[in-house]
């Protein structure tokens, strides 16, 4: 792919998206080698990778209001298992989104006389590796409903199915259900891979991983449906990854 511009860059944290209030974002994912050097190891120092970790660093605009950058990051800070999504683009399908699960380290606000009063942010990860996937869905929706199938591959003997969803408003009173489904191509007989908690409220879950191998199904959707309540609307994103 060629190289990328970001201008629509896309970060949910929780039930917040931050997307409008961040300018600045680095995504950092690493281990840290270990030394495993032993005797016969003459042409230098042999390295073996342990723990993965992953951390993030937003700057961006400060915003005092309800449910805004100060609120929300304030009463955040030292919690850990955080759902966090970024995309390059916020589209469904595209290539270039992430998950984790955060521990929020450290929120700053500031700035110098006659600037625009900033903050800054740093998580790392509190729980499981990063994820490397796509957005299954983005989108506000008043039904119930089936999204966008994509071809991301077969789930392989050693690998996990790994979803997040992030609920960021919901109205009207009815109980939403969300699953991630699989199956061939053309989804003539899905399955149920992934069920997440009814929603009634706006929030954010991370799923339990499914173990593999699901070696025939290749193609994944999202999939919703709301029950009860009157003049439901809610607004919500899904992703998923295989690792």
Do not use: C
């Not at 899905?190 to 009634?200: E, K, L």
């Not at 954010?204 to 593999?212: H, I, M, Y």
């Amino acid at each position: 792919m060629p190289p990328k511009v970001l201008t629509n860059a896309r970060i949910w944290l929780d039930a917040f998206d931050l997307s409008g209030d961040v300018n600045k974002i680095a995504l950092q994912y690493g281990t840290e080698l270990q030394d495993a050097t032993t005797f016969g190891n003459q042409g230098g120092k042999a390295r073996k990778g342990s723990l993965k970790s992953t951390s993030l660093a937003l700057e961006g605009f400060w915003d005092g209001a309800v449910d805004e950058v100060d609120e929300v990051l304030f009463g955040k800070i030292g919690v850990v298992d955080v759902p966090i999504t970024v995309s390059d683009t916020g589209v469904a399908g595209d290539p270039g989104s992430f998950s984790f699960l955060a521990g929020l380290a450290q929120y700053t606000p500031g700035a110098a006389v006659g600037e625009m009063l900033k903050f800054s942010l740093d998580a790392e990860s509190s729980n499981e590796a990063l994820i490397r996937g796509i957005l299954l869905r983005n989108a506000v929706e008043t039904a119930g409903g089936n999204g966008t199938a994509f071809a991301q591959g077969l789930v392989g003997t050693g690998q996990k199915l790994w979803a997040t969803l992030h609920v960021l408003s919901v109205s009207g009173g009815g109980t939403w259900t969300f699953k991630v489904q699989s199956d061939t191509s053309g989804f003539p007989s899905p399955v149920d891979r992934i069920t997440f908690a009814a929603v009634t409220v706006k929030g954010s879950q991370w799923a339990v991983p499914v173990a593999g191998p699901i070696a025939s199904d290749d193609n994944w959707r999202a999939t919703w449906s709301v029950a009860g309540g009157s003049g439901n609307s809610i607004t919500f994103v899904i992703f998923m990854g295989i690792l």
